[in-house]
């Protein structure tokens, strides 16, 4: 009892004015402001697939990018709720990337019964995740950098958004610049790799966002 | 019940603010609220306050995630279970390393049952040779039948270390026997 009221004397001493964490929406809108215009530098880079004004015309392909935006704004919201140690009592909208990830999930599947006969499958093959990779490493290490000046109390799903946001922003970069039509090619090499890193994410979670 | 609530509130945000006597009585609030929690939930130990403390010292480190615009309650209720979910897990796997100590002991107590040249007065007379505490531990535990949960309050420790302690003493007891 005596040990508790020294450590509360000894705490209030300490009468630092503290800034408060923003609010989870703005730290969301500013983590998809930044990874927006890295999107935009890495495309600058590397350029636009030159088939792109045509398949902006094709619902499903249309359908595929705003699924993988959905998947990269709900990620970024439910990594900064999950930031907080009370996941800033809005538990329910944590949760939005599980319907992000269902409505993507029917989107290929509707891609994969329409492509009938199966587009050519390209020459290359791992290169594809290496490439989403290569463009995600940044915004990975700088989103835990983000949330590991907060307190998350459910490190593991938190680190799991963290990846999935930013691999779906090196997802859709290669879907904005790689000429190809395999719906196959595009589900192993891009998307399967992108949801194996986001259970990686709940190891490395643990590992990097425990306080 | 609700002024309280906000009153609580208010006073983070002004501790939040460098107010000295609103974070102090903060404090004191959370500690009194988050006693019986831990109590209820750490019946099998006497020292709830040694998590208590790393409790407040948590949210000394993370009040930086509170703003004072949403109840104060709820964050500090998900700090202090995110630490005794913590507290627990270390706990039970401490329980585990020493459940496997003891089922090492059950080898040696399968050996010479019935053929054994040891007698009670060989025994008592190397329990004597055993450092105090452990010495000590053993008469309460095998002459005079407490469990290691009594000698533990009895000698003011607490019960895996009681549980460790034995186990070593049966250790050295069975090395010195054995020769």
Redesign the interface.
């Known amino acids: 009892?005596g040990?508790?009221e020294e450590?509360?004397?000894k705490?209030?001493?300490?009468?630092?004015?503290?800034?408060?964490?923003p609010?989870p929406f703005m730290l969301s809108l500013k983590l998809t402001g930044w990874a927006m215009a890295y999107l935009v530098v890495a495309l600058l880079f590397s350029g636009l697939r030159p088939d792109l004004a045509v398949k902006l015309h094709e619902p499903l392909f249309v359908a595929e990018l705003a699924a993988l935006a959905g998947i990269f704004i709900t990620t970024s919201l439910s990594a900064s709720l999950l930031?907080?140690?009370?996941?800033?009592?809005l538990r329910r909208l944590a949760f939005a990337p599980a319907i992000a990830f269902a409505l993507f999930v029917l989107v290929m599947f509707l891609a994969w019964q329409t492509d009938n006969p199966p587009a050519p499958l390209p020459v290359h093959s791992f290169q594809c995740t290496l490439a989403i990779t290569l463009v995600s490493l940044l915004p990975a290490a700088w989103m835990f950098y983000v949330m590991r000046k907060?307190?998350s109390?459910h490190y593991h799903l938190a680190g799991c958004c963290a990846l999935l946001f930013a691999f779906s922003i090196g997802a859709i970069w290669l879907r904005l610049y790689e000429v190809n039509n395999s719906i196959m090619h595009v589900i192993e090499w891009h998307y399967l790799p992108m949801i194996a890193f986001g259970i990686t994410g709940l190891w490395l979670g643990k590992n990097v966002l425990k306080? | 019940m609700t002024d309280k609530t906000h009153h609580l509130e208010t006073l983070m945000k002004q501790a939040l603010n460098g107010d000295q006597r609103a974070y102090a009585e903060i404090l004191q609030e959370t500690a009194r609220f988050l006693r019986p929690f831990l109590a209820k939930r750490l019946s099998f130990t006497n020292e709830p306050d040694d998590l208590l403390q790393e409790i407040l010292l948590s949210i000394h480190k993370v009040r930086h995630t509170y703003d004072g615009n949403r109840p104060y309650k709820p964050w500090v209720y998900a700090i202090a279970r995110f630490r005794l979910q913590d507290y627990l897990r270390t706990h039970y796997a401490d329980q585990l390393h020493h459940a496997d100590d003891i089922s090492e002991l059950e080898n040696y107590l399968h050996e010479n049952v019935t053929e054994s040249v040891i007698s009670y007065e060989s025994i008592s007379g190397e329990i004597g040779k055993l450092p105090q505490r452990q010495a000590t531990i053993l008469q309460l535990m095998h002459q005079e039948g407490y469990t290691a949960k009594e000698v533990a309050e009895k000698l003011g420790m607490n019960e895996s270390a009681v549980k460790v302690a034995a186990h070593r003493a049966y250790k050295v007891l069975r090395q010195k026997l054995e020769k």
């Open positions: 009892m040990n508790i450590l509360i004397n705490l209030a001493q300490d009468t630092a004015t503290v800034r408060p964490a609010h930031s907080f140690p009370d996941i800033h009592q907060f307190a109390t306080w």
